[in-house]
């Protein structure tokens, strides 16, 4: 079975090739009137333009070959069998590999469950070289990564002193922010001699300086939206905002590939939760046409509030929302849509503005803009932007305000200097060439991996670059590989992905050259060819290419 084709829709990861095709051909990362097309003004705000949205969208997520999907099931049956005869041989004390179980303390509850303790005694610890890996050097494009070596079968791992050099394949620098000298890292490390490292307050009592309120004004004039605020950290700005928002009574609608932090901060809420299949309109809109209709259960009153969540760029699929149709399903429904852009802003559109400016859409249509500072800005924290009595609302009563110490001076610094690069206020146009390098080396990158045989998917502008493994033992067998040979990436596999579905998340950077990326593609399908990686039944040939025209060299 060849899979199946659609284009310019948005049903979902199905099973089968799904292309939303088209051709964004001169490689601008995104709409926004930037290529002088007069498309369709949308609600008439700042002129921004949507020509239509299908003719720039590219996704593919080709179906998993019947054989394979067989043979990885199998991997998976074998290792269980193995698993249970060792523990076996343990118990009766003829297995002398000695393991990592978790002790059975009185009174104390177990950390993991049975099946979990199982798996990562027989299989995780197997692999365990392969993930966690320190590394000795700033997370540019290059990295030092420590050596670790295992005696008893990875049940524990000693540094050796060695440094493997690689090139970094597996951060995400999108913008290669992640330096140790240029005008970022130098106005932060001034000011930590004017302001010290931490401030050991929060924000409501005298943690709240100059510094922060000069990063939440520049970070709501970056989104374009009447007011934001800053987070110390990424994951609570998720977590501990989103209760502030629901409450019992209040429905929310969450894609089933979002992030941990969103699905923790859902379930705070004590709101009821719908899943609907990842990026796909009509389940979507089915759900949210059943919730108007029925209301509540047993009551059937009215739900209080209907929130849509949804993320930017999906880190594990390397899909792009379709926000074009959650926005006309919230104004049909009378919904709400809180937007995730850790990994989409800076790294999408032509001013890096994230995914409403890839769309063209006007910032105002999305009621909570939520993003990271951990990704394009090289720093640290989150934020949440929107309107300013919503934004009011959550420093009175946002819990990763009121209970966490506030921002690092120094780690402000360092975003403010990187957002005020990116907007092109330090006089050059330096945050623009990074912005589009990123776009240029994402389509380079795919379109070769494509070429080469690899199943890769996701979407033609996303920096993050998904190729499927598969079979659990190819799985270390690709990331040992390429460290060996000099280039660093991050595999994942079940738990974390779906049983069948194994692989390599490769994320670009701006700080990628053309020769690094070279390298890179010689190495993998090099490797592809060992391992047997190529799995890809479609044509080689990709429907969208990078233009060399819209790099900026000087």
């Not at 000011?191 to 409501?204: A, E």
């Not at 993003?371 to 800005?377: A, E, I, L, P, R």
């Not at 240029?440 to 190729?467: A, C, H, M, Q």
């Not at 701006?510 to 070279?518: I, Q």
């Amino acid at each position: 079975m060849e899979g199946t084709v659609s284009n310019g829709n948005c049903n979902g990861h199905t099973n089968g090739y799904k292309v939303h095709k088209n051709g964004h051909v001169n490689g601008i990362n995104g709409t926004n009137g930037i290529n002088g097309t007069n498309g369709k003004k949308l609600n008439g705000k700042n002129g921004n333009t949507l020509k239509n949205w299908r003719d720039d969208f590219h996704e593919s997520f080709e179906e998993t070959p019947l054989l394979v999907a067989i043979l990885t099931y199998l991997s998976y049956v074998i290792i269980v069998v193995i698993g249970y005869i060792r523990d076996n041989l343990r118990y009766l004390g003829l297995e002398k590999d000695k393991c990592l179980n978790e002790p059975k303390i009185e009174g104390f509850v177990p950390l993991y469950q049975s099946w979990e303790n199982f798996y990562k005694r027989n299989m995780y610890n197997r692999v365990g070289d392969c993930c966690n890996r320190p590394i000795g050097s700033i997370a540019g494009a290059y990295m030092d990564v420590l050596e670790r070596d295992s005696e008893d079968f990875n049940r524990t791992l000693e540094l050796t002193g060695k440094k493997i050099p690689a090139m970094n394949f597996g951060s995400y620098n999108y913008l290669g922010f992640s330096e140790n000298d240029g005008p970022c890292a130098a106005t932060a490390v001034e000011r930590t001699t004017t302001t010290g490292i931490g401030v050991c307050s929060s924000r409501q009592e005298l943690g709240y300086l100059e510094i922060h309120r000069e990063l939440d004004l520049l970070t709501a004039e970056f989104l374009g939206v009447e007011d934001a605020i800053t987070f110390p950290m990424g994951f609570a700005t998720n977590s501990m905002n989103i209760p502030c928002f629901m409450e019992p009574g209040c429905l929310l609608l969450s894609d089933e590939l979002n992030h941990a932090s969103l699905v923790l901060g859902s379930r705070l809420t004590g709101s009821a939760i719908k899943v609907f299949k990842h990026n796909n309109m009509e389940d979507l809109e089915k759900k949210l046409k059943n919730a108007v209709v029925e209301g509540q259960p047993k009551t059937h009153r009215p739900w209080k509030k209907i929130l849509i969540v949804v993320e930017g760029i999906y880190s594990m699929e390397g899909s792009i929302v379709c926000l074009p149709e959650i926005i006309r399903l919230k104004k049909k429904y009378k919904a709400y849509v809180y937007l995730d852009e850790a990994h989409s802003i800076g790294a999408l559109g032509p001013r890096g503005r994230g995914v409403t400016d890839y769309f063209g859409i006007h910032p105002s249509e999305i009621d909570i803009m939520m993003g990271t500072f951990s990704k394009s800005f090289g720093a640290s924290g989150g934020y949440i932007g929107g309107s300013k009595a919503m934004v009011n609302y959550l420093r009175a009563n946002s819990y990763s305000i009121v209970y966490s110490c506030s921002m690092s001076p120094p780690v402000a610094q360092q975003i403010i200097s990187s957002m005020r690069t990116i907007m092109g206020k330090n006089g050059n146009n330096d945050g623009l060439r990074r912005i589009r390098q990123l776009a240029w080396n994402t389509r380079y990158f795919r379109r070769r991996l494509r070429e080469y045989g690899f199943i890769v998917y996701g979407n033609k502008d996303s920096p993050v670059v998904p190729i499927l493994i598969f079979y659990p033992a190819k799985v270390a067998a690709l990331e040992r590989n390429c460290l060996s040979s000099g280039l660093g990436i991050v595999v994942a596999g079940f738990p974390a992905t779906t049983i069948i579905e194994s692989r390599s998340r490769l994320c670009l950077s701006a700080a990628h050259t053309k020769e690094m990326l070279d390298r890179a593609l010689d190495i993998l399908n090099q490797l592809g060819n060992e391992l047997k990686l190529k799995y890809s039944r479609l044509s080689r040939v990709a429907e969208f290419r990078e233009d060399d025209s819209i790099l900026i060299t000087s």
